[in-house]
């Protein structure tokens, strides 16, 4: 029984999305979000850059108590997640776009993903793609510009669409039947991606299995929470809190939001 919360972090609010499957799965556990704004996308940064970046986030949750970090974000996973398990005694979460389910799924052997250039570059990436690229057609697309209008909270916004068609149609001129995505930001998206996809078109984002791992990993190491007391759920962005605040709309009753510097503790209250 460990009554300390679950850490995660990411490039900013995208892995929100990751936060609501973990705690619509684990209610009772308490947990620390770290929006690294700032710095968002990783997609585009080196690969020093990103392991630089995670490897500070990783120390911040641990310095707040963390039991367990979920790496919330694709580009951080697939870069350096294998250094932060070698560098840091603590379980480590991480996602990647759902190739191994997308392709043993797909009826007409073709797939897509739309991801960054840092998780499609990535040697993690390339090593799972490997296992399926010889019987399985895969289109990868780097969804260029989605990210910073998420950011903005632009989710509706008809550049989101400009763009989603733009990278959608040379998929499915591929005749995809399955489409995997490889960033925490693009599940807000989805309502966007039915309206251009056809029905026979499935997305599987990896949301619901990291909660489900997050648990098996928590039970594993004797890492649940047994309080009966009401959850702490801190959210920390290190730049403007509007578009947090409008993605968590729904719990806004239960969560705290907070500005800090992510190199100190100092914190700026919001709710």
């Known amino acids: 029984m460990n009554n300390n919360p679950i850490g995660l972090f990411d490039s900013g609010v995208g892995g929100t999305s990751i936060w609501k499957e973990i705690h619509h799965l684990l209610p009772n556990e308490s947990t620390i979000y770290l929006a690294d704004s700032i710095n968002a996308p990783y997609g585009y940064k080196t690969v020093d850059e990103i392991i630089s970046l ?33 560098k840091f005694d603590v379980p480590f979460i991480g996602i990647e776009p759902a190739i191994k389910p997308a392709a043993l799924k797909s009826s007409s052997k ?78 807000y998206l989805i309502p966007q991606k039915q309206k251009i996809l056809p029905k026979q078109v499935t997305i ?48 806004l009753n239960k969560i705290s939001i907070k500005i800090k510097s992510f190199e100190s503790l100092d914190c700026i209250f919001i709710n």
């Open 204 to 251: 599987i984002d990896s949301g619901v299995a990291v909660a489900n791992q997050t648990r098996n990993i928590l039970i594993h190491n004797n890492l649940l929470s047994k309080t009966n007391q009401e959850p702490k759920l801190d959210f920390y962005t290190n730049t403007d809190t509007s578009t947090m605040e409008f993605l968590l709309n729904e719990n």
């Open 110 to 187: 073709s797939i897509g993903i739309l991801a960054t250039k840092g998780t499609l570059n990535s040697i993690l990436f390339s090593e799972s793609l490997d296992e399926y690229k010889d019987h399985i057609r895969v289109t990868e697309i780097i969804g260029e510009g989605l990210v910073p209008l998420i950011e903005m909270g632009k989710i509706d916004d008809s550049e989101i669409t400009i763009l989603l068609n733009k990278y959608l149609q040379p998929m499915l001129k591929k005749d995809i039947d399955y489409l995997a995505l490889g960033w925490s930001h693009y599940p």
């Open 54 to 86: 995670s490897i500070k986030n990783t120390e911040l949750l641990l310095k707040m108590g963390s039991k367990i970090i979920v790496v919330a974000c694709n580009t951080a996973t697939t870069n350096a997640i294998e250094i932060l398990r070698e």
